[in-house]
T-cell receptor, first 113, second 113 residues
Framework: DTEVTQTPKHLVMGMTNKKSLKCEQH?????MYWYKQKAKKPPELMFV???????INESVPSRFSPECPNSSLLNLHLHALQPEDSALYLC????????????FGDGTRLSIL | GENVEQHPSTLSVQEGDSAVIKCTYS??????FPWYKQELGKRPQLIID?????GEKKDQRIAVTLNKTAKHFSLHITETQPEDSAVYFC????????????FGKGTTLSVSS
């Protein structure tokens, strides 16, 4: 069982659609992360939120827009995505943003038509 | 920035044999080194981690060693079983606010019975 819950598990969208990915944790963690993972590759960091504030944006295109409404929730808003954005999007959380284990959710498998 | 090299990229062993995966990192300020196991279609799962104030850590059949001088760390799996077959990722974390994990490229471990 994972303690980081991501929805939806699968998402297919067209390049003109707007959708959101959601992530939730109830472990009291104060750091949350979005990663992108392509097949046979390691996770690549996209964003880090620490105490609900964006602390890292790894030069991610503006068609990805993160949001942290509260300490338990993390969203990733998607708009005008490209076919190359098809990937597994993983959310993770850790107690703080340094020197702490990160625990991953099951991910959302995103396909862009 | 931090860079993590991981070897080998693939590893095939017979059930019962030991498996060793090695990683090197570039930034001597890194102080936290987790290992993740990822089965096909599933999330990365933390299996063991080590901090820079410790040289070795063991958890049943899994052990991790760290050599800070040489800037390398290794995962050791003894008495391998078919269910150990997966992709294994090492990672390194700088102990600075706002930084996050840098992953190695992964090792595909196959354990045949």
């Amino acid at each position: 069982d994972t303690e980081v819950t991501q929805t939806p598990k699968h998402l297919v969208m067209g390049m003109t659609n707007k959708k959101s990915l959601k992530c939730e944790q109830h472990m009291g963690h104060r750091a949350m992360y979005w990663y992108k993972q392509k097949a046979k590759k390691p996770p690549e960091l996209m964003f880090v939120y620490s105490y609900e504030k964006l602390s890292i944006n790894e030069s991610v295109p503006s068609r990805f827009s993160p949001e942290c409404p509260n300490s338990s929730l993390l969203n990733l808003h998607l708009h005008a995505l490209q076919p190359e954005d098809s990937a597994l999007y993983l959310c993770a959380s850790s107690q703080f943003d340094s020197n702490q284990p990160q625990h991953f959710g099951d991910g959302t498998r995103l396909s862009i038509l | 920035g931090e860079n993590v090299e991981q070897h080998p990229s693939t590893l095939s062993v017979q059930e019962g044999d030991s498996a060793v995966i090695k990683c090197t990192y570039s930034d001597s300020a890194s102080n936290y080194f987790p290992w993740y196991k990822q089965e096909l279609g599933k999330r990365p799962q933390l299996i063991i981690d080590i901090r820079s104030n410790v040289g070795e850590k063991k958890d049943q059949r899994i052990a991790v060693t760290l050599n800070k001088t040489a800037k390398h760390f290794s995962l050791h799996i003894t008495e391998t079983q078919p269910e150990d077959s997966a992709v294994y990722f090492c990672a390194a974390l700088l102990n600075q606010a706002g930084t996050a994990l840098i992953f190695g490229k992964g090792t595909t471990l196959s354990v045949s019975s």
